[in-house]
DNA sequence: GATGAATGAGGTTTCATTCAT
DNA sequence: AATGAATGAAACCTCATTCAT
């Protein structure tokens, strides 16, 4: 991808997690990118059009992210512990991402078919786990989505405040909250 | 409070719910009260002081809608499906206010440390639940916000998705997710 | 009509005699108008929008002052000439309006029915001339429109080359030019 | 002349008859002749000097277009005739050209005394027929630009609003109106 | 208190022009 | 000679805010 579309990308990115989507124009995001106002409509048609690409941009990032040292041969405990501190980890460390994905929940959405197939490829290693431990008896018998917001959304949820400093997660309680998390959908 | 103000706060909390907050305007908001876009200014310094007491308006609501029908001599569970169904019946069968809130929390911040201890007595009734059940031992020794984001979190988010259509809850599983939030913040 | 919206117009016209549609800004018009550029758009949708209200209103003022002094009991020949120097008079000495017609022709065109209904309205002093001298058999036997072109759009055409110094027209000039144009439109 | 310069004349003339001046773009120039933006600017100065060369470009075509067919050994009636009904084939046939030459009377003038000299030049045998029949007695006594304009500029008129479609010429009307012409400037 | 016309700064977007390749 | 990505000034338009009525 060309460097200028990336830069524009990222300073988007920054941004939108510092001051939401209003407060944001488009000559903050070419400076904060480091490019001339216009040069941002050589890559996207409006200011929608960059929104919805930074969305795409972002959910590929956290799907990858997301799946990072995970395989489906690893114990089920494993696969999950795993994947909730990957969330854990990009809404703390890296800085944006996560933080700016609360945000997207309330665009003028683009829910077209070919979106929603795309993220259900992108989680794809998640249904897995879900669908995997459900076979065998050892989750509850919930739809993935479902399972996904007991289990998986209060990571993100978590981080956030704790990266905002509206409450503060130790070390111990984080492994109490991911042991919660696996409670929440076992069946017990 | 004035018949005005209210009306105004009511538009504001509508249109928001419709458009996020780029995208509404002073005008619509007037036009949407029905009063003259300068009235405004009597009630509110301006656009921000709007949202930021629409803000203060929307969570007293949510705090005693939370709290309706919950009394502290009713058994621990009990307490905990009720608050649990009011949350997730505002944000299904209310409309706007819930859906909305999900907006606040992208706002340039409010976190004055009157703002917190003001939320902190709105939702006295939460805390008093999550207090007793660890002295009885009956919950995991967490930080009230935390087993907060753990139980009570996912039925504001599992609403909003089920509101917006992005995925269904049956009756069953709906009752299947409180046992489940139940679960995950229980001493097992 | 609102004092504001008469001067933006006047403002516009203005304008427009001098610059040609590309080359004034809406910032001009509200300079030229002495209002704030926003107060253009209480008035009007947008540039468009201003410029067929524009068109519009010269019609109006071009149509009246094209039959000022004219009364069907009049001799033909009598009220052929007042509306020739009608017309020679609002290009040459009122300035703007006649000599932007000329521009209005090029617009980006508004032929809405009504539009066109509205015209026939506007001018039909001059329908009535040429069909009255049609049925005494003192004209040619064409269509008005035709007329029309053969013989007072001259009048038009010579004035803007007149006050646009291309061409110097003399008094004696100006009655042999309509008296020609009187021989075009003649059974001889 | 270079290939890609007549390209770039033809493209801009194809754009201006569609668009008008507003509402064409360098880039729109660029894509319809098939050359690159910055190419332009090796055979225009600017965006005002293409314009002008263009309007010298279209005025040698009419010049020449205009006095096809047409000797000064041909009767004046047979010189007039085909004069006239050069003029109206371009509008009507060739499309673009005359069309557009409506424009460029609203341009910011180029009205330098060469150009004034080179456009007498252009349209020599126009005046070599004003001036013969004058000398025969044929013609009205008047400026050869006002002759021209009783009697050719209503070609152009009539042709403008035929192929624009706001009235009908049939092939019977369109005699009449070039006997109608001829009528005006002769002396009766 | 209430109004809404008016303001003008600032938003998004376009476009003539340049310049490294 | 030709390209086309990049520029940034300026276009159109919106909107928070004020103030005379």
Partial sequence: MSDKKTRILEA????????????ISMQMVAKEAGVAA?????YFDDKNDLLHQLHHHILSYVAEKLSQNVSDDMPLKCRFRTMWLNLWEMATQDGAPLLTRGQFENLPRSDSPEQQQLEKQLFAKVDRLFDEGKAQGLFKPLDNDIL?????????????????????????????????????????
Same sequence: chains 1, 2, 3, 4.
């Fill in 148 to 188: 996904s917001v007991l289990s998986l959304e209060p990571s993100a949820c978590l981080a956030r405040k704790h990266a905002n400093g509206i409450c503060t997660v130790t070390d111990d309680a984080l492994e109490a909250a991911i042991e919660a998390c696996w409670d929440a959908i076992l069946q017990h």
């Fill in 38 to 42: 216009g040069t941002i409509y050589r």
């Fill in 12 to 23: 988007t990115e920054k941004l939108l997690s510092q001051y939401g989507f209003h407060g």
